[in-house]
Nanobody
Framework: QVQLVESGGGLVQAGGSLRLSCAASGRTFSSAAMGWFRQAPGKERDFVAAISWNGDNTYYPDSVKGRFTISRDNAKNTVYLQMNSLKPEDTAVYYC????????????????????WGQGTQVTVSS
């Protein structure tokens, strides 16, 4: 498995930007698809972004498409989430996760594919 540590969260005003980082340790990072998810208080976990093992494929839900960008640097064992034009509804704890597969298979497979999770980082967007 892969061990994951997120960083970069914080408090930002609406319209601002943040970049989250997820540092990974473990031999399998470079061959694993990676994902970002978020969970607001009292709500279910939401899919935010995913990227294939080599960075060629990226995936976003409509709620963040055009505002968020996922990227990875396999030489640094790190995956990033650049978040622009932040909205108060983006407030949540953000988690990165590593998949057992090389590419994202879809939201329906999140529970079975993503088997390593970080501890999360809080993002708060004020209005």
């Amino acid at each position: 498995q892969v061990q994951l540590v997120e960083s970069g969260g914080g408090l930002v005003q609406a319209g601002g930007s943040l970049r989250l980082s997820c540092a990974a340790s473990g031999r399998t990072f470079s061959s694993a698809a990676m994902g970002w998810f978020r969970q607001a208080p009292g709500k279910e976990r939401d899919f935010v972004a995913a990227i294939s093992w080599n960075g060629d494929n990226t995936y976003y839900p409509d709620s963040v498409k055009g505002r968020f960008t996922i990227s990875r640097d396999n030489a640094k064992n790190t995956v990033y989430l650049q978040m622009n034009s932040l909205k108060p509804e983006d407030t949540a704890v953000y988690y990165c996760a590593a998949s057992r597969w090389t590419d994202f298979r879809g939201i329906s497979y999140v529970g079975v594919d993503f088997n390593s999770w970080g501890q999360g980082t809080q993002v708060t967007v004020s209005s």
